[in-house]
Every structure is written in C-alpha cells, then in structure tokens.
C-alpha cells in the first residue's frame, strides 16, 4: 500500500487528526480508495449497503482470487 493509501486509512479510522484534503479532492485513486474504506466500515458495523458499482464488485472478486488458500488443520 502506498503512503498516501495508509495516510488516508489512518484519517479514515480517526487514527490521524489531519491529511491533504486537497490531495483527496483532486486525485481520483485517494476518492476512491476513500468509498472503498467506508463501504468497508459500512459493511462490518452491519449497515444496509447497496452496491451499483460493477468494478468494483470485480476488483473485490479479483482481490479474492488473488488470496492465497489457507489449509489449516
């Protein structure tokens, strides 16, 4: 994960008081790594989501597929 990407998760979890606001108003990755972090928060509090978004259904699919397969005993 980038540094930007970590810095962004930290202002997310309320771990960090302050970021480059700027930054996430003008770059299209940080915008949507910023919808990812919260659909995320979404989802394990439970909330009610709707997702219309088909890439990204297909880049958490992808992500899935990239996990290694855990065999454990």
């Not at 930054?23 to 989802?43: A, E, N, P, R």
């Not at 219309?52 to 397969?69: G, N, Q, V, Y």
Request: charged content about 30%; glycine content about 4%; aromatic content about 6%.
């Amino acid at each position: 994960m980038s540094d930007k990407f970590e810095q962004l998760s930290a202002w997310v979890d309320g771990e960090q008081s302050t970021t480059q606001v700027d930054d996430v108003k003008t770059d299209v990755q940080l915008q949507q790594k910023w919808q990812d972090y919260h659909l995320v928060g979404d989802t394990l509090r439970g909330d009610e989501i709707l997702l219309t978004d088909k890439s990204l259904l297909e880049s958490i699919a992808d992500a899935l597929d990239d996990e290694p397969t855990v065999l454990a005993p």
